[in-house]
């Protein structure tokens, strides 16, 4: 019976030690192939890096310029050179071409001063058979005269002009005929193309402001006067009319004349309602921004 049992442990214990050993070995076979697997994946990884690198290059390659050459700057830099000398021969060239045109000017200057120092001697009437004009240079005109002799000869001229001459010559600084002052010139200067908003008020208080003028317009609308700041202390009927059209520089807007009416005058006004028609005033103000002149209205 001992025997037995012996052999039975013994049967039990080399059946153990195989399956053991089996197990060893798959273990160890499936660690080589994990191993073997993670070798070739990360040799993928290394292989698909390499790929990307020589494809990064080769597009840095081909989008990159290549430096230029020795010979091709050279080149270039000729060509530079070559440019800025027909710059600077075509600039004088210019410089030439003006001088040129400005030495005639010259030229022609002085010609007219000399004729202008000439006294055309005509020959009278009662010989038709004398044709000829002398031309006698006046020596005196182009000799310098003493500070002296000059001022004498500027009195005796002064002495010599009459009186109603010059005060026909001399400008009234401001028109007083009603007809003087037109509505396109007073549009025009006031608050023309060319004239700045903010300008045109100062101009009309320069050269227009009190002036008496009559003026045709078209009689736009009779209102009872609520409020404005150039009649706000007075009651009546504020009269529109449009009297011009001005241009701008993006559109054309109509100018307005505002009378104050009284409900007499607005009575007589009524009948030319839409109609044109003529009145008379004085200037006293100006709204710019509004294209609107003022007016106190006169019979």
């Known amino acids: 019976m001992e025997c037995l049992y012996t052999f039975l442990i013994i049967i039990i214990s080399v059946i153990a030690v195989n399956l ?13 192939s994990d191993e073997s697997e993670d070798l070739k994946r990360r040799q993928a990884e290394r292989w698909a890096q ?15 310029p290549e430096p230029p050459t020795l010979a091709e700057i050279k080149a270039k830099l000729e060509e530079e050179k ?37 006294q055309v001697i005509e020959p009278p009437e009662s010989d038709p058979g004398v044709s000829l004009v002398e031309a006698v240079p006046l020596l005196e005109a182009l000799t310098p005269m003493p500070p002296e002799v000059q001022d004498e000869v500027v009195e005796e001229q002064v002495g ?22 037109t509505v396109e010139l007073f549009c025009e200067t006031c608050m023309g193309e060319e004239v700045v908003s903010y300008d045109s008020e100062q101009i009309f208080k320069d050269q227009f402001e009190g002036q ?32 011009f059209e001005i241009k ?23 009948s030319s309602l839409k109609q044109e028609m003529a009145f008379r005033g004085t200037l006293f ?11 106190n209205l006169r019979d």
């Open 82 to 118: 070559q440019r800025l000398t027909k710059l600077k021969r075509v600039q004088e060239e210019l410089e030439l071409e003006r001088s040129e045109i400005e030495e005639p000017e010259v030229e022609s200057a002085l010609d007219e001063d000399l004729v202008s120092t000439e």
């Open 50 to 64: 390499r790929m990307a690198k020589q494809r990064l290059a080769e597009r840095q390659r081909e989008h990159s």
């Open 248 to 270: 701008g520089r993006y559109d054309t807007r109509p100018v307005l004349a505002a009378v104050l009416l009284t409900p007499e005058q607005k009575a007589a006004w009524e």
């Open 212 to 243: 008496p003028v009559a003026w045709n317009g078209l009689l736009k609308s009779i209102d009872r006067l609520s409020y404005d700041r150039h009649f706000e202390a007075e009651n009546g009927f504020l009269a529109t009319l449009e009297i």
């Open 285 to 295: 103000a100006l709204d710019a921004f509004g294209k609107k002149v003022y007016l």
């Open 160 to 181: 010599d002009v009459d009186d109603e001459a010059v005060e026909q010559s001399s400008p009234e600084e401001k028109p007083t005929d009603d007809a003087s002052v």
């Open 20 to 32: 053991f050993s089996k197990k060893v070995k798959e273990l160890k076979n499936h660690g080589e």
